[in-house]
C-alpha cells in the first residue's frame, strides 16, 4: 500500500505518540483501564513550509519530535497514567511553554554525553594516535559504546521494559498500515517489530555520518574540536534524515536490508513484545490521526506482507 506520507511517533509512558503530515495523537492507557486520548494539528513551520519540507532540512523536523513533541507527550503521558490526586490539576504541556527549559536541558545533556565526552577520551588517547583518521574512528567508536551502553542499561528496568514494549506497539502498528492490514490486535501482532524509520536507527546513522564528518576536520584544537562537533548537529541530523529515509524507500531491496542490518539490530534492544492492551493504545493513536486527516483505515492484507 502506497502512503503519500510516511506515519511515524514513538513510545510513552503506557502509550504511544503517532505523528502524521498534519496532526498527531497521544493515546495513553489510564489506571482505570480506560484509553485516553489527546490529539492536536502540527502547526510548527518546520511542518507547515516549503523550507521545512527540503531534502537536509526536514531532518530538524524528527529532532523537534524527538525533543519537543516527544517531550511534551512524554510529560502528559506522565499525568495521565501516574496521576497525583494530591497535586490537584496539573498543567497540560500542551497547553503551555513550560517545556522549553526540560527540553533545552535534554538536548544539552545528550550533547553533553554523546558528543563532548567522547571528544574528551580521545583527546586524551590521542597521545597514542598518529592518525587524524584513527583519531575520529576511535571517537566514533567510543560515541556508539555510549550509546549501546545507555540503551541496555535503562533496558534493564522495568518501567523501561513496558515503554520498549509500547516502542513494539508502535512499529508493529506501523508497519500494518503500510502493507494495508486491518488495525485490529489480532492482526498487528503479526507484523515485525522493526521498522527501517525508526528512531533508534536514525541515532545509528547520526553516529555514522558524524564519523566520516569529523575525519574531514582533521584535529584541529580541542576548542574547535568542541565547538565542530556542536554546530554540525544539525547539519548531521540533516544528512542522517536523508539516510533513513533513502533505506525505508528502497526497503524492498535486499542490498539495502543488508545494508541497514546494524539498524535493525540495535532496534532489538529498543524494542519488546507488546501485549494485545498495548496493541490496541498503538492502534487507536494511529486511526486518531487517520481519522483527524481523512484517510481510510486500511480492509485487509494477504498473510504474506505480513512479516519485514
Not at 17 to 32: K, L, Q, S, W
Not at 136 to 158: D, F, K, P, S, T
Not at 264 to 290: G, H, K, S, Y
Request: with cysteine; aromatic share 8%; glycine share 8%.
Amino acid at each position: 500500500m502506497a502512503n503519500e506520507f510516511n506515519y511515524g511517533g514513538q513510545a510513552v509512558i503506557e502509550g504511544v505518540m503517532m505523528r502524521g503530515n498534519r496532526y498527531m495523537a497521544v493515546a495513553v492507557r489510564a489506571p482505570d483501564g480506560h484509553i485516553e486520548v489527546h490529539t492536536e494539528p502540527l502547526t510548527s513551520p518546520l511542518y507547515t513550509s516549503r523550507l521545512g519540507r527540503l531534502p537536509f532540512v526536514r531532518g530538524l523536523a524528527l529532532l523537534w519530535d524527538a525533543l519537543g513533541l516527544g517531550t511534551r507527550a512524554l510529560i502528559w503521558s506522565a499525568n495521565v497514567a501516574m496521576p497525583d490526586e494530591e497535586e490537584g490539576a496539573k498543567e497540560n504541556p500542551f497547553e503551555s511553554g513550560s517545556t522549553l527549559g526540560l527540553v533545552a536541558f535534554s538536548l544539552l545533556l545528550a550533547v553533553g554525553l554523546f558528543f563532548v565526552v567522547p571528544l574528551m577520551i580521545v583527546q586524551w588517547l590521542d597521545r597514542f594516535i598518529a592518525s587524524d583518521v584513527v583519531s575520529n574512528l576511535v571517537e566514533g567508536l567510543i560515541r556508539l559504546a555510549m550509546l549501546v551502553g545507555y540503551i541496555v542499561a535503562i533496558g534493564r528496568m522495568e518501567d523501561v521494559k513496558r515503554v520498549f514494549a509500547y516502542h513494539g506497539a508502535e512499529h508493529k502498528t506501523i508497519n500494518a498500515y503500510e502493507a494495508g492490514a486491518p488495525l485490529t490486535p489480532a492482526s498487528v501482532r503479526r507484523f515485525s517489530l522493526v521498522h527501517p524509520r525508526c528512531g533508534t536507527g536514525f541515532l545509528l546513522v547520526v553516529v555514522v555520518v558524524s564519523i566520516l564528518l569529523f575525519a574531514l576536520l582533521g584535529r584541529p584544537s580541542f576548542f574547535w574540536r568542541i565547538t565542530s562537533r556542536i554546530l554540525l548537529i544539525p547539519v548531521i541530523a540533516g544528512v542522517s534524515y536523508e539516510v533513513i529515509r533513502w533505506s525505508a524507500q528502497h526497503f524492498h531491496r535486499r542490498a539495502v536490508r543488508w545494508l541497514i542490518t546494524p539498524s535493525l539490530m540495535l532496534q532489538r534492544l529498543t524494542t519488546r513484545e507488546p501485549d494485545d492492551d498495548m496493541l490496541e493504545v498503538a492502534i487507536t493513536a494511529l486511526q486518531t490521526v487517520l481519522e483527524q486527516e481523512g484517510r481510510q483505515v486500511p480492509a485487509g492484507v494477504p498473510a504474506e506482507l505480513a512479516q519485514v
